[in-house]
């Protein structure tokens, strides 16, 4: 029985480790862009409004305490209110500015939801599909503001 016990123990870690995401569903890898965020604070959060529900990280550099630099969200949209919102899919998005202060778009990307190693795809600047990912992390980044101001830069 103790042996039993372990292989399932292995085979669960294991699938845990081929999904390569956290307890709270994001994933551990991020895209090569970015770079190592291991050292960054972190305030993360949970929302539900009646239009969306899901989950938030956004990071603060060491260099750059008054300012994310890096959000990362995963919504589910409840009532879309387009076809492009109908059209978008759950799951995990990325934002970044690589270069704070400069006047270029932010980086984004949607994270592949095919089981197996984390896929990152970006979401090109000047596309509809980019156009939404901004619009609705305002929104994740309004639901979040509207919350004490407990634990934020």
């Known amino acids: 029985m103790t042996r039993v016990l372990a292989v399932v123990l292995v085979l669960l870690l294991g699938a845990e480790a081929l999904t390569q ?42 260099k750059r305490q008054a300012m994310y630099q890096l959000m990362r969200y995963d919504i589910q949209i409840l009532l879309p209110e387009n076809d492009l919102e109908r059209g978008r899919l759950s799951g995990e998005r990325l934002v970044f500015a690589a270069r704070p202060g400069t006047r270029e778009p932010l980086l984004c990307w949607k994270r592949d939801t095919a089981p197996g190693p984390v896929v990152w795809r970006p979401v090109p600047a000047g596309t509809d599909a980019y156009r939404l990912e901004m619009v609705t992390l305002i929104q994740v980044l309004a639901v979040h503001n509207s919350l004490p101001r407990a634990g934020r830069p």
């Open 21 to 62: 995401t956290d307890t709270a569903g994001f994933a551990t890898v991020l895209p090569a862009g970015v770079g190592d965020v291991s050292s960054w604070a972190v305030v993360s959060g949970d929302f539900e409004t009646s239009r969306a529900k899901g989950a938030y990280r956004f990071y603060v550099s060491p």
